[in-house]
Protein backbone atom coordinates (compact mmCIF):
# COMPACT_ATOMS: atom_id res chain seq x y z
CA UNK A 1 0.00 0.00 0.00
CA UNK A 2 2.88 2.72 1.22
CA UNK A 3 4.39 2.07 -2.33
CA UNK A 4 1.55 2.26 -4.58
CA UNK A 5 0.50 5.43 -2.81
CA UNK A 6 4.27 7.10 -2.99
CA UNK A 7 4.06 5.68 -6.79
CA UNK A 8 1.01 8.30 -7.26
CA UNK A 9 2.35 10.93 -5.09
CA UNK A 10 5.46 11.20 -7.01
CA UNK A 11 3.43 11.31 -10.08
CA UNK A 12 1.35 14.67 -9.40
CA UNK A 13 3.18 17.83 -9.00
CA UNK A 14 6.21 18.13 -6.17
CA UNK A 15 4.04 20.98 -3.79
CA UNK A 16 0.62 19.59 -4.16
CA UNK A 17 1.72 15.94 -3.29
CA UNK A 18 3.32 17.69 -0.22
CA UNK A 19 0.51 19.08 0.88
CA UNK A 20 -2.20 16.63 -0.16
CA UNK A 21 0.36 14.47 1.95
CA UNK A 22 0.94 16.79 5.05
CA UNK A 23 -3.25 17.24 4.96
CA UNK A 24 -3.71 13.43 5.21
CA UNK A 25 -1.35 12.93 7.85
CA UNK A 26 -2.88 15.50 10.00
CA UNK A 27 -5.94 14.00 9.62
CA UNK A 28 -5.44 10.03 9.96
CA UNK A 29 -2.57 10.14 12.67
CA UNK A 30 -4.69 9.71 15.15
CA UNK A 31 -7.25 7.82 13.76
CA UNK A 32 -7.31 3.61 12.70
CA UNK A 33 -5.65 4.62 9.52
CA UNK A 34 -2.46 5.68 10.73
CA UNK A 35 -1.52 1.53 10.33
CA UNK A 36 -1.50 1.98 6.77
CA UNK A 37 1.88 3.92 7.70
CA UNK A 38 2.89 2.76 10.94
CA UNK A 39 5.85 0.32 12.26
CA UNK A 40 7.19 -0.32 15.19
CA UNK A 41 9.83 1.55 16.69
CA UNK A 42 13.11 -0.23 16.57
CA UNK A 43 15.06 0.25 20.33
CA UNK A 44 18.46 1.68 19.57
CA UNK A 45 18.73 4.01 22.29
CA UNK A 46 21.36 6.37 22.15
CA UNK A 47 21.83 9.57 24.43
CA UNK A 48 23.18 12.62 22.70
CA UNK A 49 23.43 16.42 24.75
CA UNK A 50 21.95 15.01 27.50
CA UNK A 51 18.93 13.98 25.03
CA UNK A 52 18.07 9.88 25.04
CA UNK A 53 16.73 9.13 21.58
CA UNK A 54 14.84 5.65 21.04
CA UNK A 55 17.13 5.27 18.10
CA UNK A 56 19.07 7.62 16.18
CA UNK A 57 17.64 8.15 13.18
CA UNK A 58 15.28 11.27 12.66
CA UNK A 59 13.37 12.85 10.55
CA UNK A 60 15.20 16.18 9.01
CA UNK A 61 13.63 19.60 9.11
CA UNK A 62 11.57 21.32 6.40
CA UNK A 63 9.15 18.12 5.96
CA UNK A 64 6.92 19.21 8.60
CA UNK A 65 7.09 23.21 8.59
CA UNK A 66 4.37 23.75 11.11
CA UNK A 67 4.39 20.77 13.00
CA UNK A 68 0.91 19.48 11.76
CA UNK A 69 2.03 15.52 11.71
CA UNK A 70 4.69 15.30 14.67
CA UNK A 71 2.78 11.78 15.71
CA UNK A 72 2.34 10.43 11.96
CA UNK A 73 5.96 10.79 11.34
CA UNK A 74 6.81 9.16 15.51
CA UNK A 75 4.43 6.21 14.30
CA UNK A 76 6.69 5.72 11.03
CA UNK A 77 9.86 4.84 13.60
CA UNK A 78 11.71 7.94 13.49
CA UNK A 79 13.80 8.33 16.87
CA UNK A 80 13.14 12.02 16.73
CA UNK A 81 11.09 14.38 14.80
CA UNK A 82 12.80 18.08 13.96
CA UNK A 83 9.88 20.61 12.94
CA UNK A 84 10.04 23.81 11.43
CA UNK A 85 11.99 25.94 9.58
CA UNK A 86 9.17 28.26 11.78
CA UNK A 87 9.86 31.90 11.69
CA UNK A 88 8.34 34.62 14.25
CA UNK A 89 5.93 35.87 12.04
CA UNK A 90 3.85 33.58 9.81
CA UNK A 91 5.26 34.05 5.85
CA UNK A 92 4.12 32.37 2.34
CA UNK A 93 7.72 32.05 1.17
CA UNK A 94 8.70 32.03 -2.29
CA UNK A 95 6.43 32.39 -5.41
CA UNK A 96 5.55 29.30 -7.49
CA UNK A 97 6.57 26.87 -8.64
CA UNK A 98 9.41 26.00 -5.53
CA UNK A 99 9.95 22.98 -5.80
CA UNK A 100 11.50 20.43 -8.17
CA UNK A 101 11.71 16.44 -8.40
CA UNK A 102 15.34 15.31 -9.87
CA UNK A 103 14.08 11.54 -10.02
CA UNK A 104 17.01 10.69 -11.83
CA UNK A 105 19.17 10.71 -9.59
CA UNK A 106 16.53 10.91 -6.33
CA UNK A 107 17.13 15.09 -5.83
CA UNK A 108 15.20 17.67 -5.16
CA UNK A 109 15.96 21.65 -5.65
CA UNK A 110 13.90 23.70 -3.25
CA UNK A 111 13.55 27.79 -3.12
CA UNK A 112 10.72 27.23 -0.33
CA UNK A 113 11.73 30.37 1.14
CA UNK A 114 10.61 29.67 5.08
CA UNK A 115 7.10 28.96 4.32
CA UNK A 116 5.14 28.74 7.42
CA UNK A 117 2.33 29.52 9.67
CA UNK A 118 4.24 31.02 12.31
CA UNK A 119 5.98 30.37 15.81
CA UNK A 120 2.36 30.58 17.80
CA UNK A 121 1.06 27.78 15.38
CA UNK A 122 3.99 25.51 15.75
CA UNK A 123 3.59 25.93 19.79
CA UNK A 124 0.22 24.70 19.50
CA UNK A 125 0.66 21.53 17.57
CA UNK A 126 3.55 20.72 19.35
CA UNK A 127 1.57 20.93 22.87
CA UNK A 128 -0.92 18.37 21.46
CA UNK A 129 1.37 15.90 20.53
CA UNK A 130 0.74 12.73 21.94
CA UNK A 131 4.55 11.33 20.85
CA UNK A 132 7.04 11.16 23.95
CA UNK A 133 10.29 10.98 21.88
CA UNK A 134 12.64 13.70 21.49
CA UNK A 135 11.29 17.14 19.18
CA UNK A 136 14.24 19.21 17.82
CA UNK A 137 12.53 22.72 16.82
CA UNK A 138 14.50 24.64 13.91
CA UNK A 139 14.01 28.63 13.68
CA UNK A 140 14.76 30.89 11.55
CA UNK A 141 14.37 34.54 11.02
CA UNK A 142 11.52 36.19 8.90
CA UNK A 143 12.52 37.46 4.76
CA UNK A 144 12.26 40.86 5.67
CA UNK A 145 13.94 40.60 8.87
CA UNK A 146 17.30 43.15 7.98
CA UNK A 147 20.38 40.89 8.01
CA UNK A 148 21.65 42.90 11.20
CA UNK A 149 17.91 42.59 13.42
CA UNK A 150 18.25 38.75 12.77
CA UNK A 151 19.11 37.70 16.34
CA UNK A 152 15.78 39.69 17.25
CA UNK A 153 13.92 37.08 15.28
CA UNK A 154 16.05 34.29 16.34
CA UNK A 155 15.62 35.11 20.36
CA UNK A 156 11.71 35.79 19.96
CA UNK A 157 11.39 32.03 18.25
CA UNK A 158 13.69 30.72 21.03
CA UNK A 159 12.00 31.92 23.54
CA UNK A 160 8.49 30.37 22.53
CA UNK A 161 9.30 27.38 21.97
CA UNK A 162 12.32 27.15 24.37
CA UNK A 163 9.48 25.46 27.05
CA UNK A 164 8.29 22.93 24.18
CA UNK A 165 11.65 21.54 22.62
CA UNK A 166 13.55 18.93 23.34
CA UNK A 167 16.40 20.68 21.34
CA UNK A 168 16.24 23.67 19.15
CA UNK A 169 17.92 24.22 16.13
CA UNK A 170 19.25 27.97 14.62
CA UNK A 171 18.82 27.64 11.10
CA UNK A 172 21.50 29.94 9.65
CA UNK A 173 22.16 27.88 5.93
CA UNK A 174 18.99 27.95 4.08
CA UNK A 175 19.87 29.41 0.63
CA UNK A 176 16.44 30.60 -0.05
CA UNK A 177 16.23 33.52 2.63
CA UNK A 178 18.57 36.62 1.49
CA UNK A 179 21.85 37.10 4.21
CA UNK A 180 21.22 34.31 6.35
CA UNK A 181 24.07 32.30 5.06
CA UNK A 182 26.15 35.26 6.20
CA UNK A 183 25.17 34.94 9.50
CA UNK A 184 27.87 31.57 9.23
CA UNK A 185 31.00 33.53 9.58
CA UNK A 186 32.98 35.74 11.68
CA UNK A 187 32.11 38.25 13.80
CA UNK A 188 28.30 38.21 12.82
CA UNK A 189 28.47 34.25 13.49
CA UNK A 190 29.94 35.06 17.02
CA UNK A 191 27.35 37.82 17.81
CA UNK A 192 24.61 35.56 16.76
CA UNK A 193 25.60 32.75 18.81
CA UNK A 194 26.57 34.98 22.31
CA UNK A 195 23.31 36.28 22.17
CA UNK A 196 21.31 33.04 22.19
CA UNK A 197 23.82 31.50 24.97
CA UNK A 198 23.27 34.47 26.94
CA UNK A 199 19.21 33.77 26.22
CA UNK A 200 19.55 30.28 26.86
CA UNK A 201 21.00 30.66 30.43
CA UNK A 202 18.40 32.85 31.53
CA UNK A 203 15.45 30.45 29.86
CA UNK A 204 17.16 27.33 31.76
CA UNK A 205 16.86 29.10 35.09
CA UNK A 206 13.20 30.52 33.86
CA UNK A 207 11.79 27.06 33.17
CA UNK A 208 14.05 24.70 35.35
CA UNK A 209 14.58 22.87 32.02
CA UNK A 210 18.14 22.97 29.85
CA UNK A 211 17.64 22.64 26.37
CA UNK A 212 20.88 22.47 24.28
CA UNK A 213 21.26 24.31 21.17
CA UNK A 214 22.24 22.90 17.39
CA UNK A 215 23.29 25.18 14.18
CA UNK A 216 22.63 23.98 11.33
CA UNK A 217 25.40 25.20 8.50
CA UNK A 218 25.69 24.47 4.78
CA UNK A 219 27.80 22.19 2.70
CA UNK A 220 29.67 25.07 0.56
CA UNK A 221 32.19 25.61 3.23
CA UNK A 222 35.51 25.80 2.54
CA UNK A 223 38.32 23.97 4.83
CA UNK A 224 39.21 27.25 6.75
CA UNK A 225 35.36 28.22 6.86
CA UNK A 226 34.82 24.60 8.58
CA UNK A 227 37.60 25.78 11.08
CA UNK A 228 35.92 29.22 11.41
CA UNK A 229 33.07 27.82 12.91
CA UNK A 230 33.96 25.00 14.90
CA UNK A 231 36.37 27.54 16.87
CA UNK A 232 32.77 29.68 17.26
CA UNK A 233 30.80 26.78 18.40
CA UNK A 234 33.48 26.09 20.78
CA UNK A 235 34.20 29.51 21.77
CA UNK A 236 30.35 29.81 22.69
CA UNK A 237 29.85 26.75 24.08
CA UNK A 238 27.24 25.51 21.58
CA UNK A 239 25.62 22.54 22.25
CA UNK A 240 25.73 20.83 18.70
CA UNK A 241 25.86 21.17 15.52
CA UNK A 242 23.75 19.66 12.23
CA UNK A 243 25.86 18.58 8.79
CA UNK A 244 24.56 19.81 6.26
CA UNK A 245 21.50 21.80 4.51
CA UNK A 246 21.27 22.10 1.23
CA UNK A 247 23.51 22.98 -1.33
CA UNK A 248 23.79 26.04 -4.86
CA UNK A 249 26.23 23.38 -6.21
CA UNK A 250 24.74 21.89 -9.48
CA UNK A 251 27.71 20.07 -10.52
CA UNK A 252 26.48 16.38 -10.14
CA UNK A 253 23.04 17.44 -11.98
CA UNK A 254 24.17 19.14 -14.79
CA UNK A 255 21.92 18.24 -17.97
CA UNK A 256 19.07 16.98 -16.08
CA UNK A 257 15.48 18.37 -16.19
CA UNK A 258 15.14 21.31 -13.28
CA UNK A 259 19.34 21.63 -12.73
CA UNK A 260 19.12 25.20 -13.42
CA UNK A 261 16.50 25.94 -11.13
CA UNK A 262 17.74 28.18 -8.23
CA UNK A 263 17.61 27.01 -4.69
CA UNK A 264 19.08 24.40 -2.45
CA UNK A 265 19.92 21.09 -4.03
CA UNK A 266 19.29 17.69 -2.05
CA UNK A 267 18.98 14.38 -1.95
CA UNK A 268 21.63 11.66 -2.97
CA UNK A 269 23.84 13.64 -4.89
CA UNK A 270 24.86 15.43 -1.32
CA UNK A 271 26.15 12.02 0.52
CA UNK A 272 29.90 12.84 -0.38
CA UNK A 273 29.84 16.74 0.21
CA UNK A 274 28.24 16.02 3.51
CA UNK A 275 30.34 13.64 4.55
CA UNK A 276 33.13 15.66 3.84
CA UNK A 277 32.07 18.23 6.19
CA UNK A 278 31.02 15.97 8.69
CA UNK A 279 34.89 14.47 8.61
CA UNK A 280 36.04 17.99 9.07
CA UNK A 281 33.96 19.37 11.18
CA UNK A 282 34.24 16.00 13.59
CA UNK A 283 38.31 16.52 13.49
CA UNK A 284 37.97 21.17 13.86
CA UNK A 285 35.63 20.21 16.97
CA UNK A 286 37.82 17.09 18.42
CA UNK A 287 34.69 15.58 18.86
CA UNK A 288 33.48 18.20 21.60
CA UNK A 289 30.66 18.34 20.75
CA UNK A 290 28.07 16.00 19.01
CA UNK A 291 27.00 16.58 15.40
CA UNK A 292 23.58 15.03 13.59
CA UNK A 293 24.91 14.55 9.73
CA UNK A 294 22.18 14.98 7.55
CA UNK A 295 22.27 15.11 4.00
CA UNK A 296 22.38 12.30 1.38
CA UNK A 297 21.95 9.66 3.73
CA UNK A 298 19.95 7.03 1.69
CA UNK A 299 20.57 3.63 2.64
CA UNK A 300 22.01 1.99 5.65
CA UNK A 301 25.48 2.22 4.44
CA UNK A 302 25.60 5.88 3.91
CA UNK A 303 24.09 5.76 7.51
CA UNK A 304 26.70 4.16 8.85
CA UNK A 305 29.27 6.19 7.08
CA UNK A 306 28.14 9.15 8.79
CA UNK A 307 27.96 8.01 12.21
CA UNK A 308 32.03 6.61 11.24
CA UNK A 309 32.90 9.92 10.10
CA UNK A 310 31.81 11.82 13.71
CA UNK A 311 27.59 11.89 13.46
CA UNK A 312 26.32 10.92 16.92
CA UNK A 313 22.70 10.87 14.82
CA UNK A 314 21.16 11.22 11.39
CA UNK A 315 18.10 12.68 9.75
CA UNK A 316 16.79 11.97 6.20
CA UNK A 317 14.57 13.52 4.26
CA UNK A 318 14.96 13.36 0.59
CA UNK A 319 15.53 10.02 0.33
CA UNK A 320 12.63 9.19 2.45
CA UNK A 321 10.70 10.81 -0.23
CA UNK A 322 11.72 9.01 -2.94
CA UNK A 323 11.55 5.32 -0.80
CA UNK A 324 9.22 5.96 2.13
CA UNK A 325 8.93 4.46 5.68
CA UNK A 326 10.84 1.22 4.94
CA UNK A 327 13.84 3.54 4.60
CA UNK A 328 13.72 4.34 8.22
CA UNK A 329 13.78 0.71 9.31
CA UNK A 330 16.14 -0.52 6.82
CA UNK A 331 18.64 1.77 8.50
CA UNK A 332 17.35 1.27 11.88
CA UNK A 333 18.28 -2.19 11.64
CA UNK A 334 21.49 -2.33 10.18
CA UNK A 335 23.05 0.45 12.51
Keep these: MQSLVQKLLL ?16 KTQHTPLKWMYSTNTISKPVTVAG ?3 ANPVGLAAGLDKNGDCIDAFANMGFGFVEIGTVTPKPQPGNPKPRLFRLPEKQAIINRMGFNNKGVDHLVEQVKQAKFKGPIGINIGKNKDTEEAKALDDYLICLNKVYPYASYITINISSPNTPGLRNLQYGDALDALLSGLKSAQEKLTQTHSKYVPLFIKIAPDLSDEEITSIAASLLKTKMDGVIATNTTLSRESVVGLEHADEMGGLSGAVLTDMSLNVTKKLAQALDRAIPIIGVGGIDSPESAQARLNAGASLVQVYSSFIYQGPDLVKRIVKAL
Design 51 to 53: ITF
Design 11 to 26: QCEPEKSHDFTINWLN
